[in-house]
C-alpha cells in the first residue's frame, strides 16, 4: 500500500504523467500495470472483476440504448472498459491514452474502435470534435493527474466533447476536507470537484461506489475499516497463490456491499449529465 502524504493541490510536482505511464506499461502490459502493482496479478484480476461488476450497475442507471451512443474512454490502458463498451455494440467506440504503448496495442486488438494519444489533461487532437459525443468515461483516471491545472482543463474538455444531455462518467477518490498526496495520485475534496463539475455545466445524476473492502477506505475515518483494509492487503500481497485466496474469498462480499450502500468508503463512480 503506497503511503500518501498531504499536499497543496496547487504545488508544481514535477511529475511527467507520460513517461511514468509509458515506462510502467512498458513493462507491466497487464491488469497489474494499469492497476495496483503493488498486488499480484491474481488479485488485480479479481479487483476488475469488482469494477466490471459496477459498470454493469453503471449502466443501468443511464438512459437510452448503448448501440446508439458515441462514446469516449479516457485512459483505455489495457482496454477493459473498451471490452465493456464493445460488447454492448455501442454506434462509435473511441479510446484515448496517454501512453504510445496502449495505443498501439489497443488499435491491434479493437480493430473496430479508433484510439488516440493524447492527454486529457491538455490540448486534445483535432480528431475530437467539441459536442459529438453521447458517452465519455474516465475510469481511475482524474485521480492521476496530480496538479490543479491539468486536472480543471479535464474537466472544460469534457464539457467540450459531450453534446447537452450527454453524459460524463468517472471515477475518482474524493476525500470530506483536506487532501491525500503522492507521486503520481491525490485525492481531491468532494467540495471542489462538485464545483469544477457545475463550472463546466455538469449535474451529478448519481454517485456509485466502486469499492468497499478491496481498496484503500480515503474516505472512511473508521479506525477499524482502515486496520481491515490493511490485513487485507497484506495477506493480497504475500503471493500469486494468496492474491487468488483473498479474491474469491472476498469478491462476492464485496458485490453484495455495492449493491446495499448509497456511498461507499472509497472509489467511487459519478454518473453526471452534460446540461444544455
Known sequence: MTEKEPSGDGEKTGFKAGDYWESRLSAHYTLQGVGDIGLPLSYNKWLYRVRASAFRHVLKQLRGNPGDWSILDVGSGTGFYIDQWTQRRSRALA???????????????FPEA???QCDIGGDLPEALQPGTLDVVTAYDVLFHIVEAEPYARAMRNFSDLIRPGGYLIFSDNLVDDGRNHDTHQISRTEG???????????SIEKIVPMFVFMNDPVRSRSRIMRALFNRIYRLAARSEAWGHVVGTVLYPIEVAGLRLLSRGPSTEIFICRRQG
Do not use: E, K, M, P
Open 95 to 109: 479510446g484515448a491514452d496517454i501512453t504510445a504503448t496502449a495505443v498501439r496495442n489497443l488499435s491491434s486488438r
Open 114 to 116: 479508433t484510439f488516440l
Open 192 to 202: 471542489d470537484v462538485r464545483d469544477l463539475l457545475r463550472q463546466n455545466g455538469f
